[in-house]
């Protein structure tokens, strides 16, 4: 953490700040966001951002964090933002230079209250994303110029993990995934010196195949959320190293997991969240260039057998969710374009031992 005008480090960039950013304005027409009512019957409730914007100056409290690799500065008037993002990127390292994404958060002492507020819900007008769980807790981010403001409550920074994925990880990666690098619903590992992209659907048991094979040797990446680069011309997938999360059934596989506690996803999913530091023994990496792509399928007990896929056949899963201003949308993709040069395929399996096998071998032989 560093305290403004105390002198930032060589690799920090200047503290100077920036003409007023070109951010448009916004206004959202709303009857209510959750159980909360921001306007009655459709009259429009204005986000105040010229107050934010020309209040950067003020904000005291700053660092420098690597989320994926991508350098952010994160600004407040209270140390609990920076807190907070320390718990969610402090683990990261620089892999990427270029244009620092700016976060700024202001703590409203004024929007005290005991309830936390509803989770948030999220509208895009045109390069603006902007995320509301109440007037007193939102964000706005600007996808062209990669900058974010924000206002929470003093209850809402006591609750770090809801804060954490709403607002300060929710922001972070809706610029990364719209600027920087295309985001894959998927599981990533490294079997043998080739990268492996295990995709499939919540449930499809992308992080328990991925833990067990990391038991077995595999190294890990990332449990359910990879991201590629886009200003790249190679196959190179990022994620999260540093945690992996299981269903709470998890533990019917793994002993291990057994009586850790299940943590409440903000997404109203409970999950076992484990730092990967509690197994020393695993091996874990941060980036590997993918060579395989494979869709996991254990809806079919009765087969055990692994066969290609038509790239056309999945080009659908891969879009469905970008998000992204049209004109960033022919370079996220011509990214996915080039993922999909490696070889895609299918895995029908329900023997977790047999998959483990079969990806071991198709690592070592490429069919």
């Given at each position: 953490?560093?305290?403004?005008?105390?002198?930032?480090?060589?690799?920090?960039?200047?503290?100077?700040?920036?003409?007023?950013?070109?951010?448009?304005?916004?206004?959202?027409?709303?009857?209510?966001?959750?159980?909360?009512?921001?306007?009655?019957?459709?009259?429009?409730?204005?986000?105040?951002?010229?107050?934010?914007?020309?209040?950067?100056?003020?904000?005291?409290?700053?660092?420098?964090?690597?989320?994926?690799?991508?350098?952010?500065?994160?600004?407040?008037?209270?140390?609990?933002?920076?807190?907070?993002?320390?718990?969610?990127?402090?683990?990261?390292?620089?892999?990427?230079?270029?244009?620092?994404?700016?976060?700024?958060?202001?703590?409203?002492?004024?929007?005290?209250?005991?309830?936390?507020?509803?989770?948030?819900?999220?509208?895009?007008?045109?390069?603006?994303?902007?995320?509301?769980?109440?007037?007193?807790?939102?964000?706005?981010?600007?996808?062209?110029?990669?900058?974010?403001?924000?206002?929470?409550?003093?209850?809402?920074?006591?609750?770090?993990?809801?804060?954490?994925?709403?607002?300060?990880?929710?922001?972070?990666?809706?610029?990364?995934a719209t600027m920087r690098?295309?985001?894959?619903?998927?599981?990533?590992?490294?079997?043998?010196?080739?990268?492996?992209?295990?995709?499939?659907?919540?449930?499809?048991?992308?992080?328990?195949?991925?833990?067990?094979?990391?038991?077995?040797?595999?190294?890990?990446?990332?449990?359910?959320?990879?991201?590629?680069?886009?200003?790249?011309?190679?196959?190179?997938?990022?994620?999260?190293?540093?945690?992996?999360?299981?269903?709470?059934?998890?533990?019917?596989?793994?002993?291990?997991?057994?009586?850790?506690?299940?943590?409440?996803?903000?997404?109203?999913?409970?999950?076992?969240?484990?730092?990967?530091?509690?197994?020393?023994?695993?091996?874990?990496?941060?980036?590997?260039?993918?060579?395989?792509?494979?869709?996991?399928?254990?809806?079919?007990?009765?087969?055990?057998?692994?066969?290609?896929?038509?790239?056309?056949?999945v080009w659908p899963w891969?879009?469905?969710?970008?998000?992204?201003?049209?004109?960033?949308?022919?370079?996220?993709?011509?990214?996915?374009?080039?993922?999909?040069t490696a070889g895609v395929?299918?895995?029908?399996?329900?023997?977790?031992?047999?998959?483990?096998?079969?990806?071991?071998?198709?690592?070592?032989?490429?069919?």
């Amino acid at each position: 953490m560093m305290i403004r005008n105390e002198g930032a480090r060589d690799a920090e960039i200047s503290n100077e700040p920036r003409a007023l950013w070109p951010m448009e304005s916004l206004v959202i027409d709303t009857v209510k966001i959750d159980t909360v009512k921001l306007a009655a019957n459709h009259v429009a409730a204005g986000l105040p951002l010229r107050e934010y914007l020309n209040s950067r100056r003020k904000l005291r409290y700053e660092a420098m964090y690597f989320p994926l690799g991508y350098p952010v500065r994160v600004l407040s008037n209270s140390p609990r933002i920076l807190e907070a993002a320390e718990q969610s990127w402090g683990d990261f390292v620089p892999m990427f230079h270029g244009q620092p994404f700016e976060l700024l958060f202001n703590v409203d002492e004024g929007g005290a209250r005991e309830a936390l507020a509803p989770a948030p819900t999220h509208a895009v007008q045109g390069p603006l994303l902007v995320q509301v769980a109440d007037i007193d807790n939102f964000f706005i981010a600007d996808m062209k110029q990669g900058r974010a403001i924000g206002r929470v409550t003093p209850t809402t920074t006591g609750c770090s993990r809801y804060l954490r994925y709403h607002f300060l990880e929710g922001a972070v990666l809706s610029l990364i995934a719209t600027m920087r690098a295309v985001p894959v619903h998927a599981a990533c590992v490294r079997v043998n010196g080739k990268g492996v992209l295990l995709c499939g659907d919540s449930g499809e048991g992308k992080s328990t195949l991925a833990y067990a094979g990391a038991r077995a040797g595999w190294t890990y990446v990332t449990d359910d959320s990879t991201y590629i680069p886009m200003d790249r011309e190679d196959r190179l997938a990022i994620g999260n190293c540093n945690q992996i999360r299981f269903r709470p059934s998890g533990a019917t596989f793994f002993p291990e997991l057994a009586g850790r506690p299940i943590t409440p996803r903000a997404t109203g999913k409970p999950s076992i969240e484990v730092r990967t530091s509690a197994w020393p023994e695993m091996a874990t990496a941060n980036a590997t260039t993918i060579d395989h792509v494979v869709f996991l399928n254990r809806r079919h007990a009765d087969m055990h057998e692994l066969v290609p896929v038509r790239n056309s056949a999945v080009w659908p899963w891969f879009t469905q969710h970008l998000l992204s201003p049209p004109e960033t949308r022919p370079a996220q993709e011509a990214t996915l374009s080039r993922l999909l040069t490696a070889g895609v395929f299918e895995i029908r399996y329900s023997d977790l031992g047999w998959a483990i096998d079969r990806i071991n071998q198709l690592a070592e032989k490429g069919n």
